[in-house]
Structure formats: structure tokens, C-alpha cells
């Protein structure tokens, strides 16, 4: 993990972590956790979080989670305080607020967190009023992944984040259910999941099922997955009526609980840039992430972007006028069409990368 205990500044008795969402980005959070808990294995951390975020990490060690659903909107903000203020007690602050989400609604949130520090992002990354409710940034470094930009909370701290490490809480009830989907054999399983919670990041459905049937020709197995959605199925559906060779359909059937442990079991993960993306990555399965509304070196899968389709460039001169390298750091393209400039060569190109860096492919590698 991080830098050794015995070299790290003295702790704070508590810090407050605020990232209510999404599943991508507190799956970036939890690395930023075990650099706390290493430098400081005793110190109080409350994580305020959103409800299905809590659902895929509840049970992390060490981290008492509060949750906060924005539908409650202000009256939930104080009812936040006030359980808040019931668990700090004789203290009635944290230490340190580590405010993690410039969303105008997170900024609001932040204010009902009683804490002395308050550290938040630097000004380049701020937005809605975010520096209003913090007293100190992290370092100002452009160009980096959304990972390392939350890792670096740590610095105002006197910590560097030094090792990136996930270690998601899975249970085995999780696993069990996961192996029991299909044979635990020499077979290697490409695993889809074709929905993002941004549509205007997903790719046509009949191009997902052209490369599903490629791999299906070279001997693969192919599995869907998703959530419950209205999106997700129909999505599922065009994919199989689009298929020339069998699928295994788990739309909508796992938990968040069990989605680490479905996508831990793959040997490759295609996905638009989505939460199952960076679960997958934390969970050492490779990902062909179809990048070109986002940027994969920023939120594509933090370990490995080797097998990524990335059309970021080709978007930007197509619909702002200009190269990435002129936009600003974080520039989302999401206009319509704009994941058709990914062709299914190019997914197929990124599949056959993939291959030939693993030619002896077996199931065995995720049991």
C-alpha cells in the first residue's frame, strides 16, 4: 500500500469521505482508502455515499458508511447532520472532510458535514461552487486519470497514494453464485455489458453482437450482463436477435453485489466507458473499452487501456472543430452519433490484441 505507518504524519482521529456516485468513480475511491488505512491502520473513516454505491461496497473493513439519497434533497441534508452529529459525539466535528464530487447537490451535502478540514479539488477541476465549501485543494496536475486525481486527496495530508490497491469486499456467497453460471472449463467467456448510464456513450447494438459472434467463431463464450433497465434489456434483446451464435443472457439477474464477482470470472469485459468497466479493471480482468464520448486516459480502465478502442481524437475534430490535446481535461463529447465513428473492425482489431497477448486463454486464469 501506501508509504510504511512508521514514516507518516500523526493521524487525524476521524476523516469523512463524500462520494455519493457513481459505481465507477467510488470504485476509484476505495484505493484512496487503503492508503489511509495504511498510514494510519486506527483512524474513524466515514464514507457518505449513495445507496447502490453502498450496495457494491458495503462490507469494506474499517469504513462506517452513511448513505444519502438525493431524492430527499435539503431535508435529507439535515437528517445527514444530525445522524452524523449522533455518531461523532463528544467530538462534533471530523478532522477532515475529503469532498470528492463538485456536483452542485454534493457541494450543498458538504455544507450539513461539520469538519475543520475541508479539502476538495483543485481550481481546474472545480465547478457549481466548489471552492465555497472547502478550506483546502489537492495539487493542480492535469492530464491525469479520474484514480489519481481522487488518490492524490491524500497529499494535503502529508500522504502519497503509492500503490494502487481495490481488494473489493466480495462475498462468497457472491463467487458461489457466479461459478454456478456456467462450467468452470478451458473455455475463455467475453463478457458484454453494453449499457452505460450515459446513453450517448453506448454503442449500437448490432455492432456488439458482430464482435460477440466473431469471438463465438474462435471458440469463446459469450455472456451478457447488465442491471434491471428498461434500456438494459431491450439492449440484451437487439444483441441476441442480432446474433448469429448462442449467448448466455444475465441481464438483470445478478446483484451489486454479485456483479464483482460475474465480471471476475471473464477473461475480457467489451463495455462503453461504464461502472462494470472499472469494477472489471479492479477486479483484474481485462477491458475493450469503446471509447469516443470520453477520453480512455482519463476514465478508461485504470491498469491496462491496451485493449481499448479509442476514438476520443477522431470525435473532437468531428464535433467541437478541434483535436483532444486543445480540449479541456475531462471534455465529455456526448452528442448523438458519436460512438458510430467505433467500427466493428476496430473492436475486432482490439479483441485480436488481446489474443495474441494471451494465446493460451483459459477460464482457469478467473476461477
Same mark, same amino acid.
Given at each position: 500500500?501506501?508509504?510504511?505507518?512508521?514514516?507518516?504524519?500523526?493521524?487525524?482521529?476521524?476523516?469523512?469521505?463524500?462520494?455519493? !456516485?457513481a459505481l465507477g468513480d467510488v470504485t476509484h475511491? &476505495?484505493?484512496?482508502?487503503?492508503?489511509?488505512?495504511?498510514?494510519?491502520?486506527?483512524?474513524?473513516?466515514?464514507?457518505?455515499?449513495?445507496?447502490?454505491?453502498?450496495?457494491?461496497?458495503?462490507?469494506?473493513?474499517?469504513?462506517?458508511?452513511?448513505?444519502?439519497?438525493?431524492?430527499?434533497? &435539503?431535508?435529507?441534508? =439535515?437528517?445527514?447532520?444530525?445522524?452524523?452529529?449522533?455518531?461523532?459525539?463528544?467530538?462534533?466535528?471530523?478532522?477532515?472532510?475529503?469532498?470528492?464530487?463538485?456536483?452542485? /447537490?454534493?457541494?450543498?451535502?458538504?455544507?450539513?458535514?461539520?469538519? =475543520?478540514?475541508?479539502?476538495?479539488?483543485?481550481?481546474?477541476?472545480?465547478? $457549481?461552487?466548489?471552492?465555497?465549501?472547502?478550506?483546502?485543494?489537492?495539487?493542480?496536475?492535469?492530464?491525469?486519470?479520474?484514480?489519481?486525481?481522487?488518490?492524490?486527496?491524500?497529499?494535503?495530508?502529508?500522504?502519497?497514494?503509492?500503490?494502487?490497491?481495490?481488494?473489493?469486499?466480495?462475498?462468497? $456467497?457472491?463467487?458461489?453464485?457466479? /461459478?454456478?453460471?456456467?462450467?468452470? $472449463?478451458?473455455?475463455?467467456?467475453?463478457?458484454? !455489458?453494453?449499457?452505460?448510464?450515459?446513453?450517448? /456513450?453506448?454503442?449500437?447494438? #448490432?455492432?456488439?453482437?458482430? &464482435?460477440?459472434?466473431?469471438?463465438?467463431?474462435?471458440?469463446?463464450?459469450?455472456?451478457?450482463?447488465?442491471? /434491471?433497465?428498461?434500456?438494459?434489456?431491450?439492449?440484451?434483446?437487439?444483441?441476441?436477435?442480432?446474433?448469429?451464435?448462442?449467448?448466455?443472457?444475465?441481464?438483470?439477474?445478478?446483484?451489486?453485489?454479485?456483479?464483482?464477482?460475474?465480471?471476475?470470472?471473464?477473461?475480457?469485459?467489451?463495455?462503453?466507458?461504464?461502472?462494470?468497466?472499472?469494477?472489471?479493471?479492479?477486479?483484474?480482468?481485462?477491458?475493450?473499452?469503446?471509447?469516443?464520448?470520453?477520453?480512455?486516459?482519463?476514465?478508461?480502465?485504470?491498469?491496462?487501456?491496451?485493449?481499448?478502442?479509442?476514438?476520443?481524437? #477522431?470525435?473532437?475534430?468531428?464535433?467541437?472543430?478541434?483535436?483532444?490535446?486543445?480540449?479541456?481535461?475531462?471534455?465529455?463529447?456526448?452528442?448523438?452519433?458519436?460512438? #458510430?465513428?467505433?467500427?466493428?473492425? $476496430?473492436?475486432?482489431?482490439?479483441?485480436?490484441?488481446?489474443?495474441? #497477448?494471451?494465446?493460451?486463454?483459459?477460464?482457469?486464469?478467473?476461477?
Amino acid at each position: 500500500m501506501s508509504a510504511a505507518s512508521s514514516s507518516a504524519p500523526p493521524a487525524p482521529a476521524s476523516i469523512c469521505l463524500l462520494r455519493l !456516485s457513481a459505481l465507477g468513480d467510488v470504485t476509484h475511491v &476505495v484505493p484512496l482508502v487503503r492508503t489511509l488505512q495504511a498510514a494510519w491502520p486506527h483512524v474513524r473513516l466515514t464514507w457518505v455515499i449513495g445507496k447502490g454505491e453502498h450496495r457494491l461496497l458495503a462490507g469494506l473493513p474499517g469504513v462506517d458508511f452513511v448513505e444519502y439519497d438525493k431524492k430527499t434533497g &435539503v431535508a435529507g441534508m =439535515r437528517a445527514l447532520r444530525g445522524e452524523l452529529r449522533e455518531r461523532l459525539g463528544a467530538a462534533k466535528r471530523f478532522d477532515v472532510l475529503l469532498q470528492m464530487q463538485v456536483a452542485a /447537490r454534493a457541494n450543498l451535502l458538504s455544507a450539513f458535514i461539520p469538519a =475543520r478540514r475541508r479539502v476538495g479539488y483543485d481550481r481546474s477541476r472545480s465547478k $457549481d461552487l466548489h471552492g465555497v465549501f472547502i478550506n483546502e485543494r489537492i495539487p493542480d496536475r492535469p492530464g491525469i486519470h479520474v484514480l489519481d486525481a481522487i488518490g492524490s486527496f491524500c497529499e494535503p495530508l502529508g500522504l502519497r497514494q503509492e500503490r494502487v490497491i481495490w481488494d473489493l469486499p466480495v462475498p462468497d $456467497d457472491a463467487r458461489e453464485w457466479a /461459478r454456478a453460471q456456467w462450467p468452470q $472449463d478451458d473455455v475463455p467467456t467475453l463478457l458484454i !455489458s453494453p449499457c452505460s448510464s450515459h446513453v450517448l /456513450r453506448n454503442w449500437p447494438a #448490432d455492432r456488439l453482437a458482430a &464482435v460477440a459472434d466473431h469471438a463465438a467463431e474462435r471458440g469463446w463464450r459469450v455472456v451478457l450482463c447488465g442491471g /434491471r433497465s428498461d434500456l438494459e434489456r431491450a439492449t440484451g434483446d437487439a444483441i441476441l436477435s442480432a446474433m448469429a451464435h448462442p449467448a448466455l443472457d444475465l441481464i438483470g439477474k445478478d446483484t451489486l453485489k454479485q456483479l464483482p464477482a460475474l465480471l471476475e470470472r471473464g477473461q475480457l469485459l467489451m463495455t462503453p466507458d461504464s461502472g462494470p468497466m472499472h469494477i472489471a479493471n479492479a477486479m483484474g480482468t481485462k477491458v475493450l473499452g469503446l471509447h469516443a464520448a470520453s477520453n480512455p486516459a482519463r476514465s478508461g480502465p485504470y491498469s491496462d487501456r491496451r485493449y481499448c478502442v479509442d476514438r476520443y481524437d #477522431d470525435a473532437a475534430r468531428r464535433y467541437l472543430g478541434k483535436p483532444a490535446s486543445e480540449l479541456r481535461w475531462g471534455t465529455k463529447i456526448e452528442h448523438a452519433g458519436v460512438m #458510430d465513428l467505433i467500427t466493428v473492425d $476496430d473492436a475486432i482489431a482490439a479483441f485480436k490484441r488481446y489474443c495474441a #497477448d494471451h494465446p493460451i486463454v483459459s477460464s482457469q486464469e478467473n476461477p
